[in-house]
């Protein structure tokens, strides 16, 4: 199971059921994308690339990237 929810997330089960599920999720995101806002599917592999890219940097600077990610909007 992954719940997500006021940016905590939780996440119970083993690796397949955890991996099977968050592959549905990546999958609803790209049509999001595809759907909503126009995207290829090479620029939504790129958002979601990116949001990795960001997952794995340091909690400072994570913090300091989506503050700076969210002025610009």
Known sequence: MIEASN???KIEGT???ICTEFTHI???IMQTFEKEFELDQ???ICVINECCK???MDDESRSE???KL???E
Do not use: D
Request: proline share 0%; aromatic share 10%; no cysteine.
């Open 15 to 17: 690796s397949k059921t």
């Open 42 to 44: 090479q620029q939504a």
């Open 54 to 56: 960001i997952a794995y």
């Open 26 to 28: 990546v999958v609803h």
């Open 65 to 67: 990237y989506l503050r």
């Open 7 to 9: 940016n905590i997330v």
């Open 70 to 72: 969210i002025k610009e």
